[in-house]
């Protein structure tokens, strides 16, 4: 999975990312190929479009001779960072005294840098890969472990709200309500980010499915006690049956296994709903 996080925008989650090793060189086919490794594949990278006009390039005697060649409304479709460094390191520059116009040459080509009109209002975008790995949770732990809180000191005055604390409560305040008829109150589910894509989890689900029914089979106490639990979620408004309309999936369908867990000393068991389970490496959780 790959987190994006976007200067004035909001954080786009891919799930199917695939970490790559591709070869690249410039337009010639008789250049040299480079390798670029550690790329990620994202389904759009959504950048402006940008335009070389000839007009520039001619009107510049530090310009016009070089080999480069002008484009109308194209967007860049790879963003090439400094783990390739090697790859795009300027080893030779064009300028001329008061013209903020550039030429920097790397082992790709040429490229032109710089603003043509001083008034230019091109909004800017920054792009940031966030670290949302199960390393970094491990570090959430051991930061929270060793706080204040942990050591049994509070502060006298209300502490803040984390971003996504702040979040989470304003997603609240947008979607809960009572439900007069059941006299209860529901809640939207509070998404870490704004744009969310899960994966298929149908068949991951089923297959857990086919599991459990295979213990029920040989154990009667615990399929006496799943019809039981799942009859009573049913009758209380906790569960219900899907209509043929509200099959049909899209970007946040998810299908939640289900286990049960047995308190040996309490010789109690429950059901739980696995939100840890993961399907193509994302489970629920990641993104709640």
């Given at each position: 999975?790959?987190?994006?996080?976007?200067?004035?925008?909001?954080?786009?989650?891919?799930?199917?990312?695939?970490?790559?090793?591709?070869?690249?060189?410039?337009?010639?086919?008789?250049?040299?190929?480079?390798?670029?490794?550690?790329?990620?594949?994202?389904?759009?990278?959504?950048?402006?479009?940008?335009?070389?006009?000839?007009?520039?390039?001619?009107?510049?005697?530090?310009?016009?001779?070089?080999?480069?060649?002008?484009?109308?409304?194209?967007?860049?479709?790879?963003?090439?960072?400094?783990?390739?460094?090697?790859?795009?390191?300027?080893?030779?520059?064009?300028?001329?005294?008061?013209?903020?116009?550039?030429?920097?040459?790397?082992?790709?080509?040429?490229?032109?840098?710089?603003?043509?009109?001083?008034?230019?209002?091109?909004?800017?975008?920054?792009?940031?890969?966030c670290q949302c790995s199960e390393a970094r949770g491990m570090d959430d732990a051991l930061k929270n472990y060793f706080s204040?809180?942990?050591?049994?000191?509070?502060?006298?005055?209300?502490?803040?709200?984390?971003?996504?604390?702040?979040?989470?409560?304003?997603?609240?305040?947008?979607?809960?309500?009572?439900?007069?008829?059941?006299?209860?109150?529901?809640?939207?589910?509070?998404?870490?980010?704004?744009?969310?894509?899960?994966?298929?989890?149908?068949?991951?689900?089923?297959?857990?499915?086919?599991?459990?029914?295979?213990?029920?089979?040989?154990?009667?106490?615990?399929?006496?006690?799943?019809?039981?639990?799942?009859?009573?979620?049913?009758?209380?408004?906790?569960?219900?049956?899907?209509?043929?309309?509200?099959?049909?999936?899209?970007?946040?369908?998810?299908?939640?296994?289900?286990?049960?867990?047995?308190?040996?000393?309490?010789?109690?068991?429950?059901?739980?709903?696995?939100?840890?389970?993961?399907?193509?490496?994302?489970?629920?959780?990641?993104?709640?």
């Amino acid at each position: 999975m790959l987190c994006l996080q976007v200067y004035n925008s909001s954080l786009i989650v891919e799930p199917d990312s695939k970490t790559l090793t591709v070869n690249v060189s410039a337009m010639k086919l008789d250049t040299r190929q480079y390798t670029l490794k550690g790329v990620r594949t994202v389904t759009e990278l959504d950048l402006p479009e940008q335009s070389l006009q000839s007009q520039l390039l001619r009107s510049r005697s530090h310009l016009f001779a070089l080999p480069i060649e002008p484009y109308t409304e194209v967007r860049a479709r790879i963003i090439i960072g400094l783990d390739n460094i090697k790859t795009t390191v300027p080893l030779e520059m064009r300028e001329a005294e008061g013209d903020d116009i550039i030429a920097a040459r790397c082992r790709l080509g040429w490229a032109v840098y710089g603003r043509a009109v001083k008034e230019d209002a091109t909004i800017p975008r920054l792009l940031h890969i966030c670290q949302c790995s199960e390393a970094r949770g491990m570090d959430d732990a051991l930061k929270n472990y060793f706080s204040l809180e942990s050591l049994g000191i509070t502060a006298t005055s209300s502490a803040l709200r984390s971003k996504d604390d702040e979040r989470a409560m304003k997603i609240m305040e947008a979607t809960t309500s009572f439900r007069e008829k059941e006299k209860r109150w529901q809640t939207g589910l509070l998404w870490k980010f704004d744009r969310v894509v899960l994966p298929d989890s149908y068949q991951m689900a089923l297959k857990r499915l086919k599991c459990l029914e295979a213990k029920m089979s040989k154990d009667p106490q615990l399929k006496e006690f799943m019809l039981a639990t799942m009859n009573s979620h049913k009758h209380k408004g906790y569960i219900r049956r899907l209509e043929d309309s509200e099959l049909a999936p899209n970007d946040i369908t998810w299908f939640l296994p289900i286990f049960t867990v047995t308190n040996p000393n309490k010789k109690k068991t429950r059901l739980v709903w696995d939100a840890a389970a993961r399907s193509q490496g994302v489970s629920l959780n990641d993104c709640l």
